[in-house]
DNA sequence: TTGTAAGCGTTATCAT
DNA sequence: ATGATAACGCTTACAA
């Protein structure tokens, strides 16, 4: 009997501190250890396979093992490898894009032996910075993040890395950060886009953007200008209209533009939510798409398809960009080169719907959903 | 110099182990107690106040931690506590409906001082239980689960309990597992619909169910079956169509309907989604909403108030019950009362929209949205 | 082939 | 008012 007392404390202590606690003890190595009459590093090695543990005990061992349904403690894995085998992912919202994302993120993340945790911030840059420091604390191996439209400083991001904390962008990648990073190319979107409807032969062409200070929005429309003075096309001040990514908004703006002496003849929005309160407000108007008025969307959500008439709308690949981010991520934490600055770009795609095909060709065809 | 040697043993150790770690290690106890010449209990207990440690040791002590940057390792405390201050959520997609709801779980588990873990199941039996079994060797204090459709056997979810572990069940909510849980009542939302469909002259009442072995759809159609014999309606067979929860079956069973001899006058779709491809089914055969037939969904998702005719639908506030479902577990979790065995069961409420009134009735000016 | 002991970061208990 | 120690569960260098 070497440590009789201690052995007592311990359980004195345990039920005192965890009276609370209803939940089972798991069994531990300890507890094998002690039940085979063997000592607790005997059993970590067999249980690990170890070279030099006889092939009987290993037996035993690992017999007992799935016996009490041993299953090793994270924690103390984590407290002693300092990995915590999590990745904290940060997000604005959980909408259509967002959840796709999020799912290509999840898939690869736990095939490579990750655990996902997920924090909205809700748009808001108060909540962003809370989710930063609840997944510092949680010791997350890393960050990928995107941020939101409120986040006009970046103080919370750079914390991250200066505690060299892995972190990927995505979605919503910031100038201001130096990072690896995987995003769409947006100003390509936007010339899809806005060079669809010039060959569609439209010629007032409206941009209802996002908020100011996203690059996203400002991507897209730079894109859009692009297009219209390669066409030889004088972007209007007045058809560019900066409002959330809300439908409610959208619809307004769209009211607005409606009501104006010059209206548009075509509208490019830079997300389909917006794109369905713009298509709200020409039906109320009584205006008919593609032939009075062309309507592009950004993103090729499901409904697009589904509403009548069906928008045309620029694809950008969610899910795999969900899954190349993740990809990334864990790359970088795999290599040793801490500052791999890789970017990685996806191509958007036009899915050409009725919203804005009023002439029929090859081309439409074939690109056709 | 009391241990040298050990010391020194560390920091070689620190290197060999953690060299593939580029992350700068964190400020801990023991360095402020270290730098300040103290011992680590000492620091331990004037960072948290305890009342028996020097005014201007604990002035050092948070000085020096302040300027460290000390953030207390989570880990060390959730080893020693057996609590991580996690709760895993489980759901099979996130859909509106979903998303919504875990933003309420957040939101409420957040302010708790609790993280969520959310795994998606992705409607597959087999990843339920992979996340299962991730969940919990991640340690986290309970569950909070929705099934996903596949899910008919459910000897993971008794494994938690069998582990003592609290859980709640919400949403969809399993018959065979006796806990606390949070649900809609999905037979009054059956009701609502229905007897609004029947009050507004409909007789042949479709329905597009969900999967049969899912609790919601059935308790849905209960209600639906319920309300058709209340008013001398006898059900008809052909009129109940099970489908995966999705616009396109819901399209495809739609148009099947409406090919029939004696076609329904009215669809009761138990989502919004599935609503969405009715409409497009019955805008394909040129029909009208409200007068050749009607229609309502369930959800209450944005999207019903944007199309054309907008859509009627249930409101089953997600995020009200998102909110009362982490509510619900954190109680459980604080109380000694292991099995408190509580139901909250959350009231629908109809919004009637164009798609299904044709009549026009005090009643329905005052519930419309 | 196995055991011992130290350490990951923290707190509670007991001693000083 | 402060320090020493053991403990949470695990791994590993070193000793036997």
Redesign the interface.
């Known amino acids: 009997m070497p440590e009789p007392v201690p052995e007592l404390c311990r359980r004195i202590r345990q039920n005192e501190?965890?009276s609370?606690?209803?939940?089972?003890r798991q069994t531990t190595i300890k507890d094998i250890a002690v039940a085979l009459r063997l000592s607790k590093s005997t059993v970590s090695r067999a249980l690990r396979d170890a070279p030099d543990i006889k092939i009987e005990t290993k037996k035993a061992v690992k017999a007992l093992a799935e016996e009490l349904d041993y299953?090793p403690?994270?924690?103390?894995l984590?407290?002693l490898?300092?990995?915590?085998h999590?990745i904290g992912v940060i997000i604005p919202n959980?909408d259509y894009v967002l959840?796709t994302m999020?799912?290509g993120i999840?898939e690869v993340a736990?095939e490579a032996g990750y655990?996902?945790?997920?924090?909205?911030s809700?748009e808001s840059f108060g909540r962003e910075i809370?989710n930063t420091k609840?997944l510092?604390?949680?010791?997350v191996d890393g960050f990928i993040v995107s941020v939101s439209s409120e986040t006009k400083v970046f103080e919370h991001i750079k914390k991250i890395q200066n505690?060299?904390?892995?972190l990927v962008l995505f979605d919503r990648v910031v100038n201001h950060i130096s990072c690896p990073s995987v995003r769409l190319d947006n100003i390509a979107g936007g010339v899809l886009a806005t060079q669809h409807l010039v060959d569609q032969g439209y010629k007032r062409i409206a941009i209802l953007a996002g908020p100011e200070n996203l690059n996203i929005s400002n991507k897209r429309m730079e894109g859009y200008l692009q297009t219209l003075k390669l066409n030889g096309l004088r972007p209007d001040k007045r058809m560019i209209i900066h409002c959330d990514f809300n439908?409610q908004y959208a619809y307004e703006a769209t009211k607005e533009l409606l009501a104006m002496k010059q209206p548009p003849d075509a509208i490019f929005t830079i997300s389909d939510r917006m794109a369905?309160?713009a298509?709200?407000a020409i039906?109320e108007k009584g205006l008919q798409m593609p032939d009075d008025i062309g309507l592009v969307g950004f993103n090729n959500e499901?409904?697009t398809s589904?509403?009548?008439p069906s928008i045309s709308s620029v694809e950008m690949y969610a899910f795999e960009m969900g899954k190349a981010t993740a990809k990334l991520f864990i790359e970088m934490l795999n290599s040793?080169d801490?500052m791999a600055h890789q970017e990685i770009v996806i191509k958007p795609k036009l899915f050409i719907r009725e919203s804005s095909k009023r002439i029929i060709t090859k081309k439409d065809r074939n690109n056709s959903a």
Chains 1, 2 share one sequence.
Do not use: W
């Open positions: 501190l965890f609370h606690l209803y939940m089972e299953q403690n994270k924690l103390a984590s407290l490898n300092r990995q915590t999590t959980l959840s999020v799912k999840d736990l655990t996902v945790m997920v924090c909205q809700d809370v609840r510092l604390e949680s010791l505690k060299k904390i892995p439908q369905i309160g298509m709200l039906k499901p409904v589904l509403v009548s040793d801490t």
